[in-house]
């Protein structure tokens, strides 16, 4: 699904990626580490955002900065959000829909998906959570192959997290998942496998049930710290 070889990204003299090499197969994967250490990197040399300085990617066999049908299988959800302020979020996912080639019917199976009640507003009146669902949701339009999520949790309420990780459960035996977090308890139970990428390396690799005890000690020492 997503294969790194010796992966590398500079922005002039930071290194925010460090000769990554990973393969991350289809289901339902987890990508941890502490905020600046190279996950969200990760996340934008995979979708295509951002291109290696040396290393390569591939996504689905596709080099992401190059191919854009590698991308049309995939739905995305970035971190931070941004979204045009004068548009309502039926407007925004309504956007997508069409662009992906389906009608207004696919934005009222995500809105029902998602439970979201505030389409009709404009975006500029949202809450930093209201912006999140809408973020997560967009992923979903178009029932993509792949849904890749930065910080999904982020902004979140307690209800709104385990909405979120009830969906996961029910969505997985259906299509793969890339998360992005630096919140690991939630996610945890719901993943097949589980990457740590701290400083700029990948240090940590494997199936959750293999990882979970170091995935736990060392983000409790990081606390402890």
Same mark, same amino acid.
């Given at each position: 699904?997503?294969?790194?070889?010796?992966?590398?990204?500079?922005?002039?003299?930071?290194?925010?990626?460090?000769?990554?090499?990973?393969?991350?197969?289809?289901?339902?994967?987890?990508?941890?580490?502490?905020?600046?250490?190279?996950?969200?990197?990760?996340?934008?040399?995979?979708?295509?955002?951002?291109?290696?300085?040396?290393?390569?990617?591939?996504?689905?066999?596709?080099?992401?900065?190059?191919?854009?049908?590698?991308?049309?299988?995939?739905? !995305? #959800?970035?971190?931070?959000?941004?979204? /045009?302020? *004068? $548009?309502?979020?039926? &407007?925004? =996912?309504?956007? +997508?829909?069409?662009?992906?080639?389906?009608?207004?019917?696919?934005?009222?199976?995500?809105?029902?998906?998602?439970?979201?009640?505030?389409?009709?507003?404009?975006?500029?009146?949202?809450?930093?959570?209201?912006?999140?669902?809408?973020? !997560? #949701?967009?992923?979903?339009?178009?029932? /993509?192959? *792949? $849904?890749?999520?930065? &910080?999904? =949790?982020?902004? +979140?309420?307690?209800?709104?997290?385990?909405?979120?990780?009830?969906?996961?459960?029910?969505?997985?035996?259906?299509?793969?998942?890339?998360?992005?977090?630096?919140?690991?308890?939630?996610?945890?139970?719901?993943?097949?496998?589980?990457? !740590?990428?701290?400083?700029?390396?990948?240090?940590?690799?494997?199936?959750?049930?293999?990882?979970?005890?170091?995935?736990?000690?060392?983000?409790?020492?990081?606390?402890?710290?």
């Amino acid at each position: 699904m997503i294969t790194a070889r010796n992966l590398t990204k500079r922005f002039g003299k930071i290194v925010a990626l460090d000769g990554v090499t990973v393969e991350i197969p289809e289901g339902t994967n987890l990508i941890l580490g502490p905020n600046g250490g190279g996950k969200s990197t990760f996340f934008k040399l995979a979708t295509g955002v951002y291109r290696p300085s040396s290393g390569r990617i591939e996504l689905f066999g596709r080099d992401p900065w190059k191919d854009a049908p590698a991308k049309e299988r995939v739905g !995305v #959800a970035y971190d931070p959000v941004s979204f /045009p302020p *004068l $548009v309502s979020g039926r &407007e925004w =996912l309504g956007f +997508l829909a069409r662009s992906k080639g389906f009608s207004e019917e696919e934005v009222e199976r995500v809105a029902k998906l998602f439970e979201l009640d505030f389409l009709d507003e404009l975006t500029r009146n949202y809450s930093s959570g209201m912006l999140k669902k809408l973020a !997560v #949701a967009q992923a979903f339009i178009g029932d /993509p192959e *792949l $849904v890749m999520i930065d &910080e999904p =949790l982020a902004n +979140l309420d307690f209800e709104s997290i385990g909405r979120f990780i009830r969906l996961m459960k029910k969505e997985k035996e259906g299509r793969s998942f890339l998360i992005i977090s630096h919140i690991w308890e939630p996610l945890l139970p719901v993943v097949d496998r589980v990457y !740590v990428i701290a400083g700029g390396k990948l240090i940590l690799s494997g199936e959750t049930k293999e990882v979970k005890e170091e995935v736990e000690r060392l983000f409790k020492l990081r606390i402890d710290a």
